[in-house]
């Protein structure tokens, strides 16, 4: 259960130490990605779980939803440790929760949480209201890779390739090509590529291999953009919506590129995808220069990062930019 005798750790370095304590001796470990699994969740399961399995111990790595991982993340589960939510045991022995930002995040696995006999949350978001035993959450860390690279450090787990793999792929992604990476997550990045990554390798499928039809319906998306120069307090607010038809046909590698492209308008601020997952469900993707859209998302029932976060919302599309705005637009 979760109410063991141990209280929640305040610091970082501590919770580094005791998440490390715990998984030294552990026999049975459940790593979990959130919903919707990006190449930081997964990558950081995945890293975790391919030292704690090759120490011995039995791992399964899992995500509430959707059916399977991207399929540029699969290669990065090397040892075939991913295993369908069904699988995973009513009471984990320990759960180890990675880059979840609110215990929501976990969808269908939730009940996990409640159940485990311990569990610990690896995580860099700042909305993260803090959940489960041991707790390595800061704000400060570019991605949850960096805090499971970390942790790895504490237990004295050689890198290996597969692993650096692993890491490689959140960072460099959750840092949008290092953007946002500090001085020690490049020296973290230098490390991962003596330890053997190929870059293109990792990056290639992620972001950079499309089906030639994806042009047109890219055209179609981006030829429906609008901008609001007064919006987002006037610095500009540009969006883009991607329809049920284009979500259907293509994958996530795809569609995630979207925001990333409305994101270089210049005379917007903040950019926004509304991503059609129901007849009136968006699932929506904000990036900002300067506004903080982790604010937004959250006044929503969303969450994320100040430069990048998200929501889902209910309604019509015109409905669900009118809500944006409003809550993008500074009180007062
Ligand atoms: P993305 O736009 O890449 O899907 O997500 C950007 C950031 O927002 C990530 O940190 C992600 O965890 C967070 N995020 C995206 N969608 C949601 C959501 O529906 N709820 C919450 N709480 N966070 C979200
Ligand atoms: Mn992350």
Known sequence: MTATARPPSTDVASAVSAAAAL??????????AHVQPDADSLGSALALGTVLSRRGARVRVSFAAPAHAPESLRPLDALGLLVPPEA?????????????????????????LAAARA????????????????????PAAEATVVLVHRLLAEMGAPIDTVVATCLYAGLVTDTVGFRTAGPAAHRMAADLLEAGVDVEAVLRPINGDHP???????????????????????????????????????????????????????EADVAAVLKQVGPRRWSVSMRSRTVDVAAAAVGLGGGGHPRAAG??????????????CAALTPAG
């Open 119 to 138: 569990s610990v949350l690896i995580d860099h978001h700042a909305s993260n209201p803090g959940f489960g035993d041991v707790r390595i959450l800061d």
């Open 311 to 324: 929501v889902t919302l209910d309604g019509g599309p015109d409905e669900v930019l009118a809500r944006l």
């Open 88 to 112: 995973v045991p009513a009471e984990p022995e320990l759960l180890v929760m990675c880059d979840t930002a609110a215990p929501e995040r976990l969808g269908s696995l939730l009940d996990r």
């Open 212 to 266: 030639f039809g994806w042009l047109d319906a890219l055209a179609g998306v981006l030829h429906g953009a609008t901008l609001d120069a007064s919006a987002a307090g006037g610095r500009g607010f540009v969006s883009a919506v991607v329809p049920v038809e284009v979500m259907e046909r293509y994958r996530v590698e795809e569609v995630d590129g979207v925001v990333d492209l409305l994101r270089t308008t210049s």
């Open 23 to 32: 998984l030294a001796p552990a026999r049975d470990v459940t790593l979990v």
